[in-house]
């Protein structure tokens, strides 16, 4: 069973982003809000977005969350040791990374054919899928990474001519990984804000519209000493407050697993952890998609 992955510690919400070309909407990429996306037109050609971390740092994921990809758009990341993206001073480049099927997504009803009070915006424009966006997640493991030291990243995008993009958060950050992986009972489901009330002589049945947003629960029966504290860490630093990025299955051949058990997420629940033997803890978590 592959390991779970978490990216707790987003560096993007304490970092400067700059748009080349210019791109106004770029600064909504640091809040997990699904009303506020980068929108990055199809004329744009080559949307190169720039981020100055403000002080060194490991990176070893990047997450491009909640787009609306095709096949046709590629992506490249650079890495550099200053905060000025100096070719001079690149220490990683990851090469040209092909969208395929597994994280492509579909595209989103646009404004002009967006009927009110008939459908959600943001829903699918070719199915009922009311689910999150795909997220695009580029690892980077030992015994390259973490790369350290990072100061300055490009990530830059290849925006096809007939594909206006849509990118809801921008992830960059040190993922953590247990070593002891979640126990089996791990479940998921889809909770809803939806009501139903029943109108006119018939009593129809109708309901709200309102999206449902996929929830996990897990647990970690097995944590040993050197991985509480960093566990602990992690879950304290983002609370009930922060977003987070978690992949249960990152590296799993079934594809649907993987993203079913995946995505931006939230905890809904502060976690406790328990010590069952000695030097041994146990941890429950839920959490919700924002």
Do not use: C
């Amino acid at each position: 069973m592959s390991r779970l992955r978490i990216v707790s510690k987003n560096y993007v919400d304490i970092s400067t982003l700059v748009a080349d070309p210019v791109n106004t909407t770029i600064n909504n990429l640091k809040t997990y809000s699904r009303s506020r996306n980068m929108l990055i037109p199809s004329a744009t050609g080559i949307q190169n977005i720039k981020v100055q971390l403000g002080g060194a740092a490991p990176v070893s994921a990047i997450i491009l969350g909640r787009h609306n990809f095709s096949v046709a758009v590629t992506i490249r990341i650079y890495m550099y040791n200053t905060n000025d993206w100096n070719p001079a001073n690149e220490i990683y480049d990851s090469g040209i990374l092909n969208i395929d099927d597994s994280v492509a997504g579909s595209s989103i009803i646009p404004f002009g054919s967006f009927s009110w009070g008939s459908i959600a915006w943001g829903q699918d424009e070719s199915s009922e899928d009311f689910a999150a966006k795909a997220s695009y997640v580029h690892w980077i493991p030992p015994p390259i990474g973490p790369i350290i030291g990072v100061q300055s990243i490009q990530v830059i995008i290849d925006v096809p001519s007939n594909l206006d993009i849509v990118l809801g958060r921008l992830i960059i950050g040190e993922y953590i990984e247990p070593t002891h992986t979640i126990s089996y009972g791990h479940n998921i489901t889809w909770t809803e804000s939806t009501k139903q009330y029943r109108v006119g002589d018939d009593g129809t049945l109708r309901s709200t519209i309102n999206a449902p947003t996929k929830q996990m629960g897990f647990s970690l029966n097995t944590i040993n000493s050197v991985d509480r504290p960093i566990l602990q860490d992690a879950f304290r630093y983002v609370g009930l407050r922060k977003d987070l990025f978690i992949s249960l299955f990152h590296d799993d051949t079934d594809l649907d697993k993987l993203k079913d058990y995946s995505g931006i997420m939230k905890l809904t629940k502060i976690p406790s952890m328990s010590e069952y033997a000695p030097i041994y803890y146990k941890s429950s978590y839920v959490m919700e998609e924002v």
